[in-house]
């Protein structure tokens, strides 16, 4: 009888740890999503090789030889090879196994390698705002807020980076998550291999408003059903370009999603080398000084380029010094 209700109450606890799944990593919906899905059930299987025994050992010795029982441990031995062979030698099978699933696993999923497939990948532009996605499609002319479409079967190269903090992009159900740094390009790749709307997040805290920096994906049935989405975010008036993008950029919490029919030329990449201004102006900075050191405006440029100048100088004299010594 007590063995029956155990049972009854482990597929209870089973079914609602296997509930609190739908939706999630073991729920995969795509290809990387379920190698990765593969890799955590080996992983985890291999290391319950050793750590079940041990807890079940730990558990028996304890009742075994728990106080008022006459049971007694006196063991008469100070070396088994046998047990020193065990404890060894099958750890050490398990971390080799385990290693090279690992290793091989890590090369075939890396998110930057394109995928092999048929078809040619959609490029899809990611920038991570205060708090909110933005969605660019280049190839089509068009950009979204917080919604994320893509045929199914069609592998998507994602171009992401952040206009503030460091975020990180994730749509758990078709795989890999990939940070977004400000000033920088990162990439992923994924593939949905079933028709479907999935939950998209950021995995990063990045301030007050990260709670509600969500998304949806959508994975249509067919190309046409892509096209015709396409088709009805083009015929929105709304443009992207650097003044709207300004505004957009201003944070927000709970974003509703947004359509913008026409996207400026380039504007990812302007995103991308917008913390950089700074350091061009600055280079430009130099340039004049050094154009314009003869003619009285040296105090114009920053003190290091003097400094910089100042110590070449220098040492050139050093070495003709040294030379004609």
Not at 70 to 92: C, F, G, Q, R
Request: proline fraction near 4%.
């Amino acid at each position: 009888m007590f063995i029956r209700s155990l049972s009854k109450v482990a597929l209870a606890a089973m079914v609602l740890f296997l509930a609190g799944c739908e939706g999630g990593v073991l729920d995969p919906k795509g290809h990387v999503g379920l190698q990765e899905k593969n890799l955590i059930i080996v992983a985890t299987v291999l290391m319950l090789l050793v750590v079940v025994p041990v807890i079940f050992m730990t558990l028996f010795f304890a009742w075994k030889y728990r106080e008022g029982r006459d049971e007694l441990y006196m063991p008469k031995w100070a070396h088994s090879n046998k047990i020193e062979t065990i404890v060894w030698i099958v750890p050490i099978i398990i971390i080799v196994i385990l290693g090279t699933i690992t290793w091989k696993t890590t090369h075939e999923l890396d998110p930057y390698r394109p995928l092999d497939h048929e078809r040619d990948h959609l490029t899809v532009e990611v920038v991570s705002l205060n708090w909110k996605w933005l969605f660019i499609y280049p190839e089509q002319g068009i950009a979204t807020v917080n919604e994320l479409v893509f045929p199914k079967d069609v592998p998507v190269q994602f171009k992401i980076t952040s206009d503030s903090t460091m975020n990180s992009f994730f749509i758990p159900q078709l795989g890999s998550q990939i940070y977004s740094m400000a000033g920088m390009e990162t990439k992923l790749h994924l593939i949905a291999n079933e028709a479907g709307t999935f939950d998209g997040m950021s995995a990063n805290y990045s301030g007050a408003g990260f709670t509600g920096m969500k998304f949806k994906a959508t994975a249509t049935p067919t190309d046409a059903d892509f096209n015709n989405w396409v088709a009805s975010v083009k015929s929105n008036n709304a443009v992207l370009n650097s003044q709207s993008y300004d505004e957009l950029a201003k944070p927000s919490e709970n974003n509703p999603v947004q359509y913008y029919g026409a996207v400026q030329d380039g504007l990812f990449h302007q995103i991308v080398m917008k913390y950089m201004q700074h350091y061009n102006d600055w280079g430009k900075g130099g340039n004049e000084h050094g154009e314009h050191q003869g003619h009285g405006s040296t105090e114009a440029a920053e003190p290091s380029m003097h400094i910089m100048h100042h110590d070449s100088s220098s040492a050139v004299e050093h070495a003709k010094a040294n030379g004609e010594a």
